[in-house]
């Protein structure tokens, strides 16, 4: 079964201060993950795949087969950074529904 | 240019009525894809076309929901006797074709309230 798991709904942490939001996955296979965000008034989007490994906005995430996990990071937090994040994976081949977490509201204090 | 734009961007429905939601995806596109998110959950995948045919209908709940795409393009989302639990955010996301992962785009949703 394909699931995704974000154990946390609600993170609340201070400006300046680092950030995971945690994600773990369960797929029979190799999926791609991914992390969508969505700001205030916003529509949901893209902020960044593993198979890229970029950094965006200051954020990371690392693969882990072994913990089959995802989670996201940034060192440093901004207020701009508050917003509903979701996990999500799909398969890597044919069609590529999206299969999300339930989200995490994460809240930068200042 | 545009991004995905979904009608209406409200919705509000008795018990037992029909709706048809419609979405519009970025030009060029050739995948579009449905979902539907309930209050405190992540997105929940729906339907998803290839063109004009429904390439993987795994996710639709039951027969009372049927999505076409008759020209590749729009598409409507249609819900006969709508029921309460069909209360959620429609979600419409459209991408370029397969054979590989192409990012999906998604629209600002339609909120569905049913009385």
């Known amino acids: 079964a394909q699931r995704v798991t974000q154990p946390e709904k609600l993170l609340s942490v201070f400006k300046g201060a680092p950030v995971e939001l945690k994600c773990n996955y369960s797929?029979?296979?190799?999926?791609?993950l991914f992390w969508y965000v969505q700001y205030s008034r916003q529509r949901l989007q893209l902020l960044l795949r593993h198979i890229s490994r970029e950094s965006i906005k200051g954020f990371t995430a690392d693969l882990n087969k072994g913990e089959t996990s995802f989670h996201l990071k940034k060192p440093f937090a901004q207020e701009e950074d508050s917003a509903m994040y979701y996990c999500a994976l799909s398969g890597r081949r044919g069609a590529q529904k999206l299969v999300f977490g339930q989200g995490t509201r994460l809240t930068i204090n200042p | 240019g545009a991004g995905v734009s979904q009608t209406p961007s409200n919705k509000v429905t008795e018990k037992g009525k029909y709706v048809e939601l419609r979405c519009d995806p970025i030009s060029g596109h050739t995948a579009l894809y449905w979902y539907r998110q309930s209050l405190g959950q992540g997105p929940e995948f729906l339907i998803y076309?290839?063109?004009?045919?429904?390439?993987?209908d795994s996710g639709l709940p039951n027969d009372r929901f049927f999505a076409v795409r008759p020209e590749g393009s729009v598409s409507t989302l249609k819900i006969q006797r709508t029921e309460r639990g069909d209360s959620a955010v429609y979600l419409c996301?459209?991408?370029f074709g397969t054979g590989g992962y192409n990012e999906q785009f998604f629209g600002p949703g339609t909120r569905l309230t049913v009385l």
């Open positions: 797929y029979s296979g190799s999926p791609e």
């Open positions: 996301a459209s991408s």
């Open positions: 076309f290839q063109g004009t045919g429904a390439a993987d």
